[in-house]
């Protein structure tokens, strides 16, 4: 799986099994979002990059073929994306190498 994560350029993965969290993966060419849901209905917690401009987006394309736009101060860099994955296989949780911010 990691393997075609790191070679497809636009993806959303949804990876659930600890219990009733979820991560959401979505991906482009260079840069990776994250979600992290604890439970459904959750407003759960997103990828932070604190050295990303807030200003400037950029484009992912959803599975159902819609584009969304996202700042990039939400991307974490594509090569971080396994640990994130590894941390949520492994226990669930969220990757600590990460920075993480509470949706509201």
């Known amino acids: 799986m ?19 969290s979820a991560l959401c993966v979505i991906t482009n060419a260079t840069s990776v979002f994250l979600m992290y849901l604890r439970h459904e209905g959750d407003s759960g917690f997103r990828s932070n990059n604190v050295f990303g401009n807030e200003s400037k987006e950029q484009e992912f394309r959803l599975s159902n073929g819609q584009v969304d736009l ?5 991307l974490i860099d ?8 590894m941390a949520y296989f492994d226990s669930g ?12």
């Not at 990691?2 to 009733?20: P, S």
């Not at 996202?70 to 939400?74: A, F």
Request: aromatic share 12%; charged share 35%; proline share 2%.
């Open 93 to 104: 949780t969220m990757d600590t190498s990460i920075d993480w911010v509470k949706e509201d």
């Open 2 to 20: 990691l393997a075609t994560c790191k070679k497809v350029d636009f993806q959303e993965i949804w990876i659930e099994g600890h219990g009733e």
């Open 70 to 74: 996202y700042p990039e101060s939400w």
């Open 78 to 85: 594509k090569r971080n994306m396994e640990s994130a994955l």
